[in-house]
């Protein structure tokens, strides 16, 4: 049933407030997505991938910048909103005095060209209906030419065509801003389709707008009917992995962070970054996810792109890549945007991509290894090239680096890294041993103990019981808490322990995980003033390890918590200010949504994703 939701359009000063991050809805066809806000606006949509230039980037300006509106025309009210079950066609239902519509907002999944299909629905009495488009080009920058009126417009500037088939007529008198207002009486329907294409493209055929979203509707619930999963918390772990399945880059198989760039990890600051790219830290955690759900046909695509991503000299190696598995992603600055609540300055590319981050070898050698643990079928290269990585790596591992969190100051010996790079040997000892692969295991094994003292004498602080972030630091960091799912420590070691419950006082902000302590001298390590949300997926990471100690129940608790905090559609984003009481960062978030996943199997079983990788790495640990 929908819920009760608070409208938008709230006012400041005579200043209309943008939506709040959680007040939108994701909508997709596995290669780009749009966000839908409460108020019936599109104010976010890339064509035609993730990562192409926006032609509605009202997200971070304003209207000028690009949206497409489709409400009641005068005063109303937003009466609720959902998904279909199981599906990824959003339906909003608005009210005025003189009944009620419903707007059903979808992107078919792609044949040929992008589709977004908005059907406005007479549900009670007769209601005035306004839409007004307003289509920009290149992030809100270029204003299309508008060549004909109608029932069919074509909006095209450049390389980029815009066609918007209609059953009603829109008033081009603006030509930057056609208008239409119509009457849906209940019972009725109005339908529009909005198509891009290449400029030199000739029109689209025909789409029936009825029947796409009923095919949609219909391919979204027999995706999601093939989920292994059956516990408690069902309805999240479907919705997490339909939106997992929406982020995912059909063609190639990769999976961006977010189909959004520069929402901000703290309002009005400068923690804004592109994340519509794929990022190799969350590799085994994807990999699991996908597997556990039951969807080994995406978790072998994923596997097929980081093996096509990573592919060449591993000394360029990158922690992210385009959808593609382009390494190219150069950053700039887009002045002409206000920011979403006056952040900037907004970005677009991501200057990370070029940083040296150890902990990306271990992943992949991690992701690779858990992949053929599971019996997604070996492939030789897969073997020749982590023979590769590892060559590399023996001679690399010592040197300090950027760190998970891909720090932008001076590069340090990150615990984190440090940790990765053990994993990575362990794992290659493990293909070896487990699967008898060709290696120099005896050599690999001196490797792995070597790394494991180094980091228990340089990163472990024994006055204090806890790992810190890099070695010499007095600081925590989150990261810490991945030391027992890799298997480097038990969870019943007393150092996790030590270290687990000194993230719980000081990282922890109304029980939710800071990714590290911010102040003056964090600064020193990250080239950014201090101030951000609570990162979503470490917290995940600590309900973890709650279950791995036995605090089950703690574990759960903080779990559920966590479920509370996803908005009335079920989607998270990367952070929440607690103390604003509201989503920072970008959204929605693939890792939060994967941690999800995978704290959810956790809890289900004792053998779930986060124990059986922790059992991988379990081995007979060198003497103190």
Request: hydrophobic share 40%; glycine share 10%; charged share 25%.
């Given at each position: 049933?929908?819920?009760?939701?608070?409208?938008?359009?709230?006012?400041?000063?005579?200043?209309?407030?943008?939506?709040?991050?959680?007040?939108?809805?994701?909508?997709?066809?596995?290669?780009?997505?749009a966000l839908v806000g409460t108020d019936g606006g599109i104010d976010w949509l890339c064509l035609p991938r993730f990562d192409s230039g926006a032609c509605f980037a009202a997200l971070l300006g304003d209207a000028d910048n690009g949206r497409w509106s489709m409400a009641p025309a005068g005063p109303h009210r937003m009466l609720g909103r959902r998904y279909r079950d199981d599906s990824l066609v959003l339906e909003t239902e608005f009210g005025d005095d003189e009944g009620a519509i419903r707007v059903v907002d979808c992107m078919p999944i792609r044949d040929r060209a992008p589709d977004l299909v908005r059907r406005v629905e007479g549900v009670r009495g007769r209601v005035r209906v306004r839409s007004r488009l307003k289509v920009r080009f290149d992030y809100g920058y270029v204003i299309p030419w508008l060549p004909g009126d109608g029932h069919r417009l074509r909006m095209v500037a450049g390389p980029?065509?815009?066609?918007?088939?209609?059953?009603?007529?829109?008033?081009?008198?603006?030509?930057?801003?056609?208008?239409?207002e119509f009457t849906v009486a209940e019972g009725q329907s109005v339908g529009f389709r909005l198509t891009w294409t290449p400029s030199t493209a000739p029109e689209p055929r025909d789409l029936d707008i009825g029947r796409a979203i009923d095919d949609t509707d219909e391919w979204w619930r027999e995706w999601a009917g093939r989920c292994d999963y059956g516990g408690e918390y069902r309805e999240a772990v479907i919705r997490s992995l339909i939106t997992l399945k929406a982020l995912?880059?059909?063609?190639?198989?990769?999976?961006?962070?977010?189909?959004?760039?520069?929402?901000?990890?703290?309002?009005?600051?400068?923690?804004?970054w592109d994340y519509r790219y794929c990022w190799i830290r969350d590799a085994t955690f994807t990999l699991l996810a996908?597997?556990?759900?039951?969807?080994?046909?995406?978790?072998?695509?994923?596997?097929?792109?980081?093996?096509?991503?990573?592919?060449?000299?591993?000394?360029?190696?990158?922690?992210m890549y385009g959808i593609e598995g382009e390494r190219r992603l150069p950053e700039n600055e887009l002045d002409w945007l206000s920011g979403y609540a006056g952040s900037r300055p907004v970005r677009i590319g991501n200057e990370a991509a070029r940083q040296w981050q150890l902990d990306a070898y271990g992943e992949i050698m991690d992701a690779l290894h858990q992949a053929r643990d599971r019996g997604i079928p070996p492939d030789e290269q897969a073997w020749r090239l982590q023979r590769a990585l590892m060559e590399f790596l023996e001679s690399r591992w010592d040197e300090p680096d950027n760190g998970i969190w891909e720090m932008r100051g001076p590069r340090r010996h990150f615990t984190h890294s440090k940790v990765m790079a053990w994993t990575a040997v362990d794992r290659a000892v493990k293909a070896v041993e487990d699967f008898e692969l060709s290696g120099p295991v005896e050599k690999w094994k001196r490797l792995r103990d070597e790394?494991?003292?180094?980091?228990?004498?340089?990163?472990?602080?024994?006055?204090?019981?806890?790992?810190?972030?890099?070695?010499?630091?007095?600081?925590?960091?989150?990261?810490?808490?991945?030391?027992?799912?890799?298997?480097?420590?038990?969870?019943?070691?007393?150092?996790?322990?030590?270290?687990?419950?000194?993230?719980?006082?000081?990282?922890?902000?109304?029980?939710?995980?800071?990714?590290?302590?911010?102040?003056?001298?964090?600064?020193?390590?990250?080239?950014?003033?201090?101030?951000?949300?609570?990162?979503?997926?470490?917290?995940?990471?600590?309900?973890?390890?709650?279950?791995?100690?036995?605090r089950v129940e703690e574990g759960r608790a903080l779990f559920e918590r966590l479920l509370g905090l996803r908005n009335d559609l079920g989607l998270l984003a990367e952070e929440y200010d607690s103390r604003a009481g509201r989503m920072v960062g970008n959204f929605p978030q693939a890792l939060s949504h994967i941690a999800l996943v995978n704290t959810a199997f956790t809890l289900q079983t004792s053998h779930g994703p986060t124990q059986r990788r922790a059992e991988t790495g379990r081995h007979e640990q060198p003497p103190e």
């Open positions: 049933m929908f819920g009760p939701r608070p409208g938008s359009g709230r006012r400041e000063g005579g200043r209309e407030l943008p939506l709040r991050i959680e007040d939108y809805a994701l909508i997709g066809d596995t290669q780009t997505a980029d065509a815009v066609h918007l088939d209609s059953d009603v007529e829109f008033d081009v008198d603006d030509p930057t801003e056609p208008v239409a995912t880059y059909a063609p190639s198989g990769g999976i961006v962070a977010a189909p959004t760039t520069s929402l901000p990890e703290q309002l009005g600051g400068v923690r804004n996908l597997l556990d759900a039951g969807y080994e046909e995406e978790a072998a695509a994923w596997r097929e792109w980081l093996l096509r991503a990573v592919a060449g000299h591993p000394g360029q190696m990158r922690i790394i494991f003292d180094e980091v228990c004498a340089k990163a472990y602080d024994g006055e204090r019981r806890t790992f810190t972030q890099y070695y010499g630091s007095s600081g925590l960091d989150a990261s810490l808490l991945l030391m027992t799912s890799v298997g480097f420590l038990s969870a019943d070691d007393e150092r996790m322990e030590g270290t687990v419950a000194a993230i719980e006082r000081e990282l922890c902000e109304d029980g939710f995980v800071q990714r590290y302590a911010m102040s003056a001298w964090s600064r020193e390590v990250d080239a950014l003033p201090p101030g951000e949300g609570a990162f979503l997926p470490c917290t995940f990471w600590l309900a973890d390890n709650h279950i791995l100690q036995g």
